[in-house]
């Protein structure tokens, strides 16, 4: 039998040393049966320069975007293409950082036969070199098919470049959203049903650096809470039954100083956009201080009242 094809799908933007530190761990891998699809939307043609050594050695498929589509429809653009058995969105600044990682994930495949996706252990290099393992709450791991909106809390996956998919796997990513476009993802996958397996292994290495979307949106506010509130349409009023869920909107309505449904809109949320429940959040909290919501026994207090007041949604 023919080794199954990946595709390795790499949406790019400058940066052309990160690309090629991303194809190099690519050259080194033990499993040789590779596709690499890069989508470029760099308005030079320097990725396309700077990978032509590579192309007699890979099977390297290029395609620079005339205008840019930007992300997330870059990385669609780019899973679009992939003709392989098992697939991999590849952040351009990320790499594998083992030889054998390919294989690994291959063989948790053939032991899962029905798993749809496996990832591994989040683990995030800094530019000096430290390692962080940035997975929270641990528990999740087992227990996301059940919570699968529990990944707002902490999305143990971490960004695609951790994870690979069948390519039966035909979600694609909301075009919509940029802070939360990969926890949206994910929850899709699980409520569609597909399993998954976890490899608590550092098979990828994620670069951390300062002109990432993710320091963009953390210095954006509004793209944070604009997303939180598109996103809870999204999972629907029956979500507020978990606490854990009404307690992370409570507290993001708190953190991010939400006192009016004028700061909403200023935020880009139209009151269409915002669910009963939220909206009864909002108007329990703008009967105290801020100062006195920041006191954590207090607001939990109040928070756990207003949950068993809540109407119950099927």
Known sequence: MPEPLISICIPAYKKPEFVIRCIQSIQKQSHKNVEIIISDDSPTQDIKIVIQPYISELLIKYYHNEPALKSPKNWNNALDKATGDFYMLMHQDDWFEHPQSLAIYLQAFDQNPKAGFVFCKNTAVQPD??????????????????KPHHLLRANVIGPPSN????????????????????????????????????????????????????????????????????????????????????????????????????????????????????????????????????????????????????????
């Open 129 to 146: 070199g430290n390692k962080i393992t940035l997975q929270a709450i641990q528990s999740l791991l087992k227990d996301m098919l059940s």
């Open 163 to 314: 994870t690979m998919l069948r390519k039966e796997v035909k979600v694609r990513y909301d075009e919509s959203y940029i802070w939360l476009v990969d926890v949206d993802y994910y929850v899709q996958l699980l409520t569609k049903g597909y399993d998954y397996v976890y490899l608590n292994q550092h098979l990828v290495s994620i670069g951390l650096h300062e002109d990432q979307t993710t320091v963009f949106c953390r210095n954006n506010e509004d793209v944070i809470v604009k997303e939180n509130i598109w996103f809870a349409n999204k999972i629907g009023n029956s979500a507020f039954n978990d606490i854990l869920i009404y307690d992370y909107y409570w507290r993001l309505l708190r953190n991010y100083k939400i006192s009016s449904l004028a700061d909403l809109n200023k935020m880009g949320v139209s009151n269409a956009d915002l669910l009963p429940v939220i909206a009864k959040m909002l108007s329990v909290q703008t009967k105290f201080s801020l100062s006195l919501l920041r006191i954590g026994v207090f607001s939990k207090t109040v928070m756990s009242i207003c949950f068993l007041l809540r109407p119950k949604s099927e």
